[in-house]
C-alpha cells in the first residue's frame, strides 16, 4: 500500500537531496522514501536496544562474556 504525502522542504535541503538522488541514480521521491525508512529504521532499533537495557545487569553479561557463566 501506497500513501501520497505532501512535503513542503525549504529550498536548499530540496536541491542537496536532488543532488544526492541523482548521486545515487534514484528519483526523489525513492531518495526520500529511503532517507525516511534508514530514519524510522534507525529510532526503531535505538528503542528496542533502550527497552533491552532496562533491568541489564553488566555483571552478569560479563561473566557469561568471558565464558565463566
Known amino acids: ?20 538522488a541523482v548521486k545515487e541514480g ?16 534507525a529510532k526503531g532499533a535505538e528503542t528496542f536496544f533502550t527497552e533491552r537495557d532496562q533491568g541489564a545487569d553488566a555483571e552478569r553479561a560479563v561473566v557469561f562474556l568471558e565464558g565463566r557463566g
Open 26 to 41: 534514484v528519483s526523489l521521491n525513492q531518495f526520500i522514501a529511503l532517507a525516511l525508512a534508514e530514519k524510522v529504521g
Open 1 to 20: 500500500m501506497k500513501a501520497r504525502v505532501s512535503l513542503n522542504l525549504p529550498g536548499s535541503l530540496k536541491k542537496a537531496a536532488e543532488d544526492f
